[in-house]
């Protein structure tokens, strides 16, 4: 992720156990609010966001991007979030880019520690499974994110692992030399892929990625 948008980037996440809203200029973090909560995110993601805008001393005309998560996670959140960024650009006029979860998890896992290790972004799903995503050193994804048991997240790395996430508690027995890192998805993060995504030519469309299907459906 050499390559960054020059201009102001606001993101933000709601598809975890809470929410979290950043705003970055130039891969610089002007300011984040985080707050957990698995539910009610519609009632706190607008007044965050707001808060946030007017502690940075910005307005909409000042943005450049806008980048949210599109999951995996959960099913509410994703779609709040998604609904919020998809609104927001149409009414300010701002491209919209789409940032997998497991990315931004991977992204915030300082370089020195991503050394020598393959980075799986492990989800908790809040069902048997976990969702789990596996990268290399670079950050670059080795394959697409997947619902998995936990005993099966171990095999996606050949050698030392760093598990990163909030469902790195239900994993097992870990190769030698590994980490785990109990994490939720931090928007500062969600700025830097969005930002560097776009910058590059190849933004992700903001479209949510489920991975199974709804706890409830209609009929």
């Known amino acids: 992720m050499a390559a960054s948008i020059a201009g102001t980037v606001l993101a933000f996440d709601c598809g975890g156990q809470g929410c979290s809203v950043a705003v970055t200029a130039a891969g610089r973090?002007?300011?984040?609010?985080?707050?957990?909560?698995?539910?009610?995110?519609?009632?706190?993601?607008?007044?965050?966001?707001?808060?946030?805008?007017?502690?940075?001393?910005?307005g909409w005309a000042e943005l450049a991007l806008i980048g949210v998560t599109v999951g995996p996670g959960?099913?509410?959140?994703?779609?709040i979030g998604l609904a919020a960024a998809r609104g927001f650009g149409l009414a300010a006029g701002l491209p919209v880019?789409?940032?997998?979860?497991?990315?931004?998890?991977?992204?915030?896992?300082?370089?020195?520690?991503?050394r020598g290790r393959t980075i799986i972004a492990v989800i908790d799903s809040r069902r048997a499974e976990l969702f789990a995503q596996p990268f290399d050193e670079d950050l670059r994804p080795l394959a697409e994110p997947a619902a998995m048991v936990p005993a099966a997240v171990a095999a996606l790395a050949a050698g030392p692992l760093l598990a990163v996430g909030d469902g790195v508690a239900r994993l097992g027995d870990l190769p030698a030399g590994s980490l785990a890192?109990?994490?939720?998805?931090?928007?500062?993060?969600?700025?830097?892929?969005?930002?560097?995504?776009?910058?590059?030519?190849?933004?992700?469309?903001?479209?949510?990625?489920?991975?199974r299907p709804p706890d409830v459906t209609l009929r």
């Open 74 to 79: 959960s099913f509410t959140g994703l779609r």
């Open 181 to 211: 890192v109990t994490a939720l998805v931090d928007a500062a993060a969600v700025a830097a892929v969005a930002a560097a995504r776009f910058a590059e030519g190849r933004p992700l469309p903001s479209t949510p990625l489920y991975l």
């Open 29 to 58: 973090l002007l300011g984040r609010r985080q707050a957990l909560a698995e539910r009610g995110q519609a009632q706190i993601l607008l007044p965050m966001i707001a808060e946030l805008l007017a502690e940075c001393g910005l």
């Open 97 to 114: 880019c789409g940032v997998g979860s497991g990315e931004a998890l991977a992204a915030a896992v300082p370089p020195a520690e991503r």
